[in-house]
């Protein structure tokens, strides 16, 4: 089966300003694809491009088979979109805004969007101006699923949300992928792709870092050993241990990276008063924390 979306030396300035230098990666059918990265990245430019919203430099990019360019209005038919930047007409009812986008999109009706509505707790009959930030987001996440696309591009998608909400959205993302269709997933919040993702593409500076299976970076991480002294050990206490690393410090508390044996480690420990002592193994913000620290390529 070709890929959902294929990038190939995909690049995009703005005059003489960086917005994407040479990304590469596909993302096959069915799966959610994390797209990380912190703000300024180069994430939102992506999906612009891929929505031909703005046209790349140069480079290739294809959704379902098809140029984004040449083809953009077919492609945009299967593509639920949320923006970042989420506007709305503010005069309307969340009713009257997903008729409009519902008819738009050659729908009887609301399509799925009163099911998504009482699902997401949205309140339909309410002037969209009166709304909070939180059920705003709701109105524009009903807007990109209520035709069902085959995919989905959501920026920031879990912005404003409450908890209870953001657990709402991760099953329906779920039941999305196991349908066979596709989520593109782009945010800032690493703990939320690391849930919901497949996979993940990590951004730099408007260039790819990495792109990797979630389990394959988890099986690379470090284990994470947080320390609470009686009184703080020596700035270089633990620079000479084979496989460890000093994260951070706070007072009494040192933090530190283990690759390999905790044997070195522990007699390390045991030369100090330690009053206790917490470890697991590292997460996704970890390995992007750590990724970004040591720069592109390096060792982590």
Do not use: C, W
Not at 81 to 108: I, K, N, Q, V
Not at 178 to 188: N, W
Not at 251 to 274: C, N, Q, T, W
């Amino acid at each position: 089966m070709s890929a959902v979306i294929r990038a190939e030396s995909l690049t995009k300035f703005y005059g003489t300003s960086r917005g994407v230098v040479d990304l590469g990666f596909e993302v096959e059918a069915g799966e959610v694809f994390g797209f990380l990265g912190p703000n300024g990245a180069g994430k939102t430019t992506t999906i612009r491009l891929m929505l031909d919203l703005i046209r790349p430099s140069s480079g290739k990019l294809e959704l379902f088979g098809l140029d984004a360019q040449r083809d953009s209005v077919a492609i945009r038919r299967r593509i639920g979109y949320l923006p970042g930047d989420l506007h709305l007409y503010e005069r309307l009812t969340p009713r009257e805004f997903l008729r409009y986008f519902a008819a738009l999109r050659g729908l009887d009706g609301l399509g799925e969007g009163e099911q998504l509505a009482e699902r997401f707790e949205l309140e339909l009959d309410r002037p969209i101006k009166a709304l909070s930030k939180g059920n705003r987001q709701k109105v524009g996440l009903v807007q990109a699923f209520l035709h069902r696309p085959d995919l989905l591009l959501l920026d920031e998608p879990t912005a404003g949300l409450d908890p209870l909400v953001q657990i709402s959205f991760n099953e329906l993302l779920r039941e999305v992928a196991a349908d066979g269709r596709t989520v593109f997933l782009s945010s800032h919040i690493l703990s939320e792709v690391q849930r919901l993702a497949d996979r993940v593409a990590i951004i730099r500076e408007g260039s790819l870092e990495l792109v990797e299976a979630v389990d394959t970076l988890r099986a690379r991480a470090f284990v994470r050993v947080e320390a609470t002294f009686a009184k703080p050990p020596p700035e270089k206490a633990f620079a000479e241990l084979a496989g460890v690393r000093e994260l951070e410090r706070r007072g009494p508390v040192v933090v530190l990276a283990l690759e390999g044996s905790a044997d070195p480690l522990i007699k390390a420990l045991a030369r100090h008063e330690v009053l206790a002592l917490d470890s697991h193994e590292a997460d996704l913000e970890d390995f992007f924390l750590a990724l970004y620290r040591n720069g592109a390529g390096g060792a982590l």
